[in-house]
């Protein structure tokens, strides 16, 4: 009989057999999904663990079958189980539905997304150093412009916010203008920071830094980066310390640093060894994931999780979108979400098999057997369909 996953005095209890929900995914969701699951369950069992996995519905599939982009049933079937996986999701353009990724999110308050970004040996890369780039991003999900706080250009919405301000605060804004809303919360900034150099002491990491755009945005991105040097200072001092306490000599501590997120994305390219962990709020994050990710192989192989460290609540997810052009072609990367998968052994503490399944993925890539977004970047690369590539980890694993 498989167990669900609970939560003990703020702590996950896994059982051998747990139950994890998984959204299999639109477009190529039919073609990765399958293929992610075979490795998943291959490393599980070489350790000892079975996974009873509960399919639920969400984006077009969901759609179809409910006339629910995203049904009450998947959401609270996430709930239950606190830990679950999914595909990519159309994201109907027009219409009034927002991303069911952001919705998902901020419905079970998922308020770190966990995006690592590492190299795998002979993964094609753009950049000279690819193996110099390890780092991993908490980027804050919940607030920032993402929080959906938008008034349409034009509308009586728009008149009445820009008459409100002009009103309380004599601002001027051109009566032509949309206009979003740019939350930052100290409450919100700190658990996302909390989580980053807690996640630094657990895995020996050197370094956090806080991206911020706080010379231009004071109080929203600049707070970001204060609150974070406070919380250094105010919970953290026996294990790190905040570069202006230590002027930038940490001894055996991890060094708490920030930097400006323009700068920033230069300096990931051009000195990407300086960088380890990084805490950014939800806009920067999104940006530096992807610019991170193309350095070391690209969204076909870039994973992530939404986590909430407070509640145990947990949904990994492949990043690339649904890339409907190749939809049941059993032809792109599943590496995305099979890496996410080993994202998600890793929180559950399976830390063996997830190791397992990386030096599998190792294997096969320096055995050049690839899918064709690698194979079209190798030289005398073997291409495979995104089921045989799983099959070639599965066979080293
Ligand atoms: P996309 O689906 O990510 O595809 C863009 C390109 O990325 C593809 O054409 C392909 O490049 C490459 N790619 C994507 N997945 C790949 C994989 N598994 N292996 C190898 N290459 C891969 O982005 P999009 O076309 O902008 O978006 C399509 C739909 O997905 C939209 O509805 C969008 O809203 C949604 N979306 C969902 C998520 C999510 O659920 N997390 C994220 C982003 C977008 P080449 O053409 O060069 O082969």
């Not at 490393?43 to 984006?59: R, Y």
């Not at 009586?156 to 008459?163: D, Q, R, V």
């Not at 076909?300 to 890339?323: D, S, W």
Request: a negative charge; proline letters at 5%.
């Amino acid at each position: 009989m498989s167990e669900k996953i609970t939560l003990v005095d703020g702590v996950l209890n896994v059982p051998n057999d747990p139950i994890i929900p998984f959204i299999e995914g639109d477009g190529t969701g039919v073609d990765i999904w399958p293929a992610a699951q075979l490795v998943l369950d291959a490393a599980a069992k070489k350790h000892g663990k079975t996974i009873e996995w509960k399919e639920v519905l969400a984006g077009q599939k969901a759609f179809d079958a409910t006339g629910d982009w995203l049904p009450e049933e998947t959401v609270q079937a996430f709930r239950d189980h606190l830990i679950g996986i999914k595909g990519p999701l159309t994201t109907p353009i027009g219409g009034g539905i927002r991303s069911l990724n952001v919705a998902l999110r901020q419905i079970m308050d998922l308020y770190v997304c966990l995006r690592p970004v590492r190299w795998f040996t002979g993964v094609p890369s753009p950049v000279k150093h690819p193996e110099k780039v390890d780092m991993v991003i908490f980027r804050e999900n919940t607030e920032d412009i993402y929080a959906g706080l938008e008034v349409e250009e034009g509308t009586p919405e728009a008149k009445k916010l820009i008459g409100m301000l002009k009103d309380a605060f004599g601002w001027e804004i051109k009566p032509d203008s949309g206009v979003g809303i740019k939350p930052v919360s100290k409450s919100g900034s700190k658990r996302l920071i909390r989580a980053a150099i807690q996640y630094a002491v657990k895995r020996n990491r050197k370094s956090v830094n806080l991206v911020h755009k706080g010379n231009i945005m004071k109080f929203t991105e600049g707070a970001f980066r204060e609150w974070g040097y406070e919380l250094t200072r105010d919970e953290f001092s026996d294990v790190a310390v905040g570069w202006d306490d230590c002027n930038g000599d940490p001894g055996d501590k991890i060094l708490v640093k920030d930097s400006i997120a323009d700068i920033t994305l230069q300096q990931v390219l051009t000195r990407p060894d300086e960088f380890d962990v990084i805490a950014t709020l939800n806009l920067n994050g999104d940006y530096l994931s992807d610019a991170l990710a193309a350095q070391v192989g690209g969204i076909g192989i870039a994973p992530g999780g939404n986590i909430n460290y407070v509640t145990g609540h947990g949904v990994f997810e492949a990043t690339h979108g649904t890339a409907p052009k190749y939809a049941g072609q059993d032809k792109v990367n599943p590496g995305s979400v099979i890496l996410s998968g080993v994202m998600m052994y890793e929180h559950l503490g399976w830390q063996d098999a997830a190791d397992n399944i990386v030096r599998a993925i190792e294997a096969t890539i320096a055995d050049k057997i690839v899918t064709y977004d690698f194979a079209r970047l190798m030289d005398g690369a073997k291409e495979v369909k995104t089921s045989e590539f799983a099959a070639a980890i599965v066979e080293r694993l």
